[in-house]
T-cell receptor, first 114, second 115 residues
């Protein structure tokens, strides 16, 4: 079974631009979560979607948004990019959301903001 | 607040020696605990998890973890380290304070295995 895929793998943007990242979960998984990884802050939760509904949201500004489609694929968007948005953005999928269910991670999208 | 702590930023081990990567947690109720490994420029790979039952959990690549409720710890172990085990290791706990599957991660421990 194919793993979680994320596109693009690398992205370079300038301040003020916006960006859209894509995540395709493992087949049959209905939950998708997004995390931001930076050297200073570590791994921080952005948001979680289950069956097209946002179930949980982390402590990020409104410039960060996401959505999930009926096929469980998910996108996240960051508008008005700032230098501090440079990070590895990780997507994870699971069959359900919560409890002991395991989240499986994609390879990430490395975003660099200049 | 629920949290996870990995007290060591770096662990150095000689190849063939046993290794331990430490993790302590703070949650309300029964914890769901996870270990992940990250190689350079890669995503996180799932190693193992504790749900309930046996305090010794066996996972991928020969890793195991010992759950200790009284010490609120979930240390990752391997009897004989390999150079290829060198990577960044994350302990995580499921946030049960609200609905959903949010994971709360420790800050990570860099494991270095020398030949």
């Amino acid at each position: 079974k194919a793993g979680v895929t994320q596109t693009p793998r690398y992205l370079i943007k300038t301040r003020g631009q916006q960006v859209t990242l894509s995540c395709s979960p493992i087949s049959g998984h209905r939950s998708v979560s997004w995390y931001q990884q930076t050297p200073g802050q570590g791994l921080q939760f952005l948001f979680e979607y289950f069956s097209e509904t946002q179930r949980n949201k982390g402590n990020f500004p409104g410039r960060f948004s996401g959505r999930q489609f009926s096929n469980s694929r998910s996108e996240m968007n960051v508008s008005t990019l700032e230098l501090g948005d440079s990070a590895l953005y990780l997507c994870a999928s699971s069959i359900l959301a919560g409890g002991p269910d395991t989240q499986y991670f994609g390879p990430g999208t490395r975003l660099t903001v200049l | 607040a629920q949290s996870v702590a990995q007290p060591e930023d770096q662990v150095n081990v000689a190849e063939g020696n046993p290794l331990t990567v430490k993790c302590t947690y703070s949650v309300s109720g029964n914890p769901y605990l996870f270990w992940y490994v990250q190689y350079p420029n890669r995503g996180l790979q799932f190693l193992l998890k504790y749900i309930t039952g046996d305090n010794l959990v066996k996972g991928s690549y020969g890793f195991e973890a010992e759950f200790n409720k009284s010490q609120t710890s979930f240390h990752l172990k391997k009897p004989s380290a390999l150079v290829s085990d060198s990577a960044l290791y994350f302990c995580a706990v499921r946030d049960t304070s609200n609905q959903g599957g949010k994971l709360i991660f420790g800050q990570g421990t860099e494991l270095s295995v020398k030949p």
